[in-house]
């Protein structure tokens, strides 16, 4: 999962008081964040846009600039804006509400016991309207739905607004995976006129303005939407969610001057600073659901993070469908005491139940036997009654749970695959090689482009993915590899990794429409390692299942160097494929130094030759 900072200073203002680090991260593992530790970040502000960019005190200047892409490293183009001290955790894309240092102390409140049930927001009926194109719905450009909120009296510094970048990016992430499913946009209102708002298709040529991180004041600087999906480094990284599409999504005001061109960027005449008191929030996507969920955070961890803000509502308008947004109103959810007693191992009585709830942020009542909670509107990962109940548990604590003997035991006998994939870590660590677990999902961007394995259409397509990074079960051990690789530059040389796990193909004549094999991949990295070195390695590894080469064929694809590569035949199947690393493939994964990779067939050497 990616990682993220979250300002101590921020988080302990909104928190209300300041807690030793150690029981910090003791209390935020048994709320379930996973806390990597603490890192001070360096802060360099853009001479071009003003944007605030990070990097770690060990780091070097980072190379290009958030807001408008710029080299940072030429002479002049940013100056150094001091250090913070940050906590590193893990992304939890099930409770994006915790990606705001604000919305993280509002939970921590709960847990702890300062605050109980949610709080309330206030959320004024506006007079602003929006209306939709009919179009935006199909053919030539399918984002039809969008959500909109106003905020008042908002109150920002440089880091209250670099956390709200932050979050917006990580909410693509988590929620919009990666903005196909939800993009958020947000202006100072002071420089939109209104009340009307629209929301329209239009023509990829049909008008100019300055998107986000170029000059105002420079003629050349207003842009068509199709030039901004050549030029602007936002343009070129997402101009993928309008490919195909006829014409493209525009946000303008009342007088027709350009907001945004969703899901791409944001107009610079309309970018939020310190300065900004009053601000416009959208969000466009696909589906209401996420694009509400989204609306919801972004909205609330603002006026949780600003006291003295309010909200005021827009009326969008779909074709004479009328309804009004935000809407915070809570979901509705019963939960049997007896379930959750069941199901935990620890007996609750109802006002327990209830009590336990309110720390973690519910609005709980008893509705006879049962529970009555009133989820609140930030919370995106509640679809059962049992995901409140799993927040009972935290709320009273897993390491507070009775401990209990076993009633009983099995002894199990390893299954012959697991006794194959023993003897290949035996065998590889015999070789010199250090073993590493990576992911079992992926995407097709890893396999098919970062790592230049041939497509042939076997991947097991998650329907439903958390995240743009992990769309597919992985298809072959290679790809986790070269992340690995990729993540140890800072490491010494030579380096030699191996892996032995299980990858997913689709397959018809399968029961469940797709197979599961195991594999081991090694790889070898280092100045002078070259076909020689894997090749020798291959054999020998090949050798120790007992079967004896055949032929040694050449392979081509795009992962390795024309004329080195090759697979290694045996009994009239492909069992090892293995070669030396394109430099186009180390180029991707920023990888300096040669590398040499195969990858075996166990299901195929574990047999008896």
């Known amino acids: 999962m990616p990682v993220i900072g979250i300002p101590l200073d921020e988080f302990f203002a909104f928190y209300g008081q300041t807690l030793e680090v150690e029981e910090l991260v003791e209390q ?6 996973s806390v990597e530790g603490w890192a001070t970040l360096r802060r360099y502000r853009c001479a071009r846009c003003g944007a605030i960019s990070e990097s770690a005190e060990q780091d070097l200047l980072p190379a290009l600039c958030d807001g408008c892409g710029c080299d940072l490293r030429s002479d002049g183009a940013a100056s150094f804006e001091g250090e913070v001290r940050v906590l590193k955790m893990e992304l939890l894309a099930v409770r994006p509400d915790l990606f705001h240092p604000a919305g993280l102390a509002r939970a921590m409140r709960g847990f702890l016991g300062q605050d109980r049930g949610a709080p309330v927001y206030r959320i004024e009926q506006g007079k602003w309207e929006l209306t939709v194109d009919p179009a935006l719905a199909g053919p030539e450009v399918r984002r ?19 956390s709200l970048m932050k979050l917006q990016e990580n909410l693509h992430w988590a929620l919009g995976r990666d903005r196909k499913l939800a993009s958020i946009g947000v202006y100072d209102l002071e420089r939109v006129a209104g009340p009307r708002l629209e929301y329209r298709a239009a023509e990829p040529d049909a008008v100019r303005f300055v998107p986000l991180g170029f000059d105002t004041e420079d003629p050349a600087a207003a842009l068509t939407p199709e030039e901004i999906l050549e030029r602007h480094p936002k343009g070129r990284a997402f101009a993928r969610l309008l490919a195909g599409a006829g014409r493209v999504p525009l946000l303008l005001d009342a007088e027709g001057t350009v907001l945004s061109m969703p899901p791409i960027i944001n107009s610079e005449a309309t970018r939020v600073t310190t300065d900004t008191r009053h601000a416009l929030i959208d969000v466009t996507g696909m589906e209401d659901r996420h694009v509400e969920r989204a609306l919801n955070i972004v909205l609330t961890s603002l006026l949780e993070g600003c006291p003295d803000a309010w909200g005021e509502s827009l009326e969008v308008n779909y074709a004479g469908d009328r309804r009004r947004t935000p809407d915070l109103t809570p979901q509705v959810v019963e939960v049997d005491p007896d379930a959750a007693s069941a199901l935990i191992g620890q007996r609750w009585s109802p006002q327990e139940v209830v009590e336990l709830l309110r720390r973690m942020r519910h609005d709980a009542s008893l509705a006879g036997s049962r529970v009555r909670v009133d989820v609140p509107a930030w919370r995106a990962d509640i679809l059962h009654p049992r995901d409140l109940i799993e927040d009972v548990a935290i709320a009273y604590g897993y390491d507070n749970l009775p401990r209990v003997e076993l009633s009983g035991a099995t002894f199990a006998q390893a299954h012959p695959r697991e006794i194959a994939c023993a003897r290949a870590r035996q065998v590889l660590l015999g070789l010199g090689a250090m073993e590493v677990m990576t992911l079992a999902l992926s995407c097709e961007e890893t396999t098919y482009q970062r790592t230049a394995l041939p497509d042939e259409d076997r991947q097991v397509k998650l329907e439903h ?9 992985r298809i072959s051990l290679i790809p986790g590899l070269m992340e690995t690789l990729a993540v140890n530059l800072g490491h010494s040389y030579p380096q030699r990794l191996f892996e032995v796990g299980s990858v997913s193909l689709a397959d018809a004549a399968a029961e469940t429409g797709a197979r599961e094999e195991v594999r081991a991949a090694l790889a070898l990295a280092g100045d002078g390692t070259g076909y020689a070195d894997i090749r020798a390695m291959a054999d020998r590894f090949v050798a120790e299942w007992g079967w004896s080469i055949d032929e040694v064929r050449p392979v081509e694809d795009g992962l390795f160097l024309p004329g080195r590569g090759a697979g290694i035949w045996s009994s009239g199947h492909c069992v ?4 030396e690393v394109h430099p186009a493939v180390l180029e991707n994964y920023r990888v300096i130094h040669p590398v040499v990779i195969a990858e075996f067939d166990l ?7």
């Open 28 to 33: 935020l593992h048994r709320f379930g964040c």
């Open 144 to 162: 039809p739905r969008i959500a909109a909120a106003i905020v008042h009296d908002l109150c920002f510094d440089d880091a209250s607004l670099r």
């Open 465 to 473: 993915p958390i995240s743009v990074e992990q769309t597919m079960l």
């Open 576 to 579: 090892a494929r293995f070669g």
């Open 603 to 609: 299901e195929f050497l574990s047999r008896m030759p």
